[in-house]
């Protein structure tokens, strides 16, 4: 008895079963390799703001009060954070991550030696995007405080804009402070509403575009 052959239609739906395997895996094989990626990534960051922090010598000073003597007298040596070390040694191995940081270290035995510091304005290919969204985010915060105090204390402009820096941290003169706002106002303008400087977290506008315009000292 002659065996009849496998139907087109099966042998269709086995490629088609195979071809997606074999997509399963690659894509499954192109994600570990993503994530060991970005891993990497974000290992290397935190040692490399370890390595280049500037404040990591100097003594604390308690309550930030500069007439009362530091918590020690003498500088700590770096200390670098021990996960992201332990995750780069076992991708790249440990002779590898010793040699990387004999490269960069101040004093070693290498020929030539891996100077590691932040990016300069300059160097960015369209300026550093990194510091213009800090600086839209600090002009938001202070935005926002100067309004909350502005309706809190019921104080004027200049008033509001010198107890919202102090709160925000941001530092400058009234002169400063007022072209920071006028930024933030020309920004609510363009957005067509005041945002909050948590919007991406869902907080929703506390302030309407009419009160950018500001109260005078006299008004009840």
């Known amino acids: 008895m002659v065996k009849p052959p496998i139907p087109i239609s099966e042998w269709q739906r086995w490629e088609m079963q195979r071809t997606i395997r074999e997509l399963g895996e690659q894509i499954e094989l192109e994600a ?3 994530d060991r990626a970005r891993q990497f990534r974000r290992d290397f960051a935190l040692l490399a703001h370890a ?5 990591w010598q100097k003594p604390p ?27 780069m040694a076992k991708l790249i191995g440990p002779e590898a991550l010793r040699y990387v940081l004999d490269l960069g270290s101040e004093t070693g ?5 891996l100077i590691l510091r932040p990016r300069l304005d300059k160097e960015y290919p ?10 839209h985010a600090n002009i938001v ?12 204390a019921r104080v004027s402009r200049s008033e509001a804009l ?39 977290l869902g907080a929703l506008p506390q302030f309407s ?8 000292p006299d008004k009840p």
Do not use: W
């Open 32 to 34: 570990r390799d993503l």
């Open 126 to 135: 369209e300026g550093n995007e990194f510091k213009r969204y800090r600086h």
């Open 51 to 55: 390595m280049n922090e500037l404040d």
């Open 209 to 216: 575009l009419c009160d950018l315009d500001g109260r005078s």
């Open 61 to 87: 000073k308690p309550y930030r009060n500069p007439l009362l003597p530091p918590y020690r007298t003498h500088p700590l040596p770096r200390r670098l954070p021990i996960g992201p070390l332990k995750r």
């Open 141 to 152: 915060r202070l935005g926002n405080a100067v309004l909350s105090f502005e309706r809190a």
């Open 162 to 200: 010198e107890a919202a820096a102090q709160a925000v941290g941001v530092t400058g003169s009234l002169r400063t402070l007022e072209r920071y706002f006028r930024e933030f106002r020309e920004h609510c303008l363009n957005c067509g509403y005041v945002p909050h400087p948590q919007q991406e």
């Open 109 to 113: 035995s290498e020929f030539f030696r």
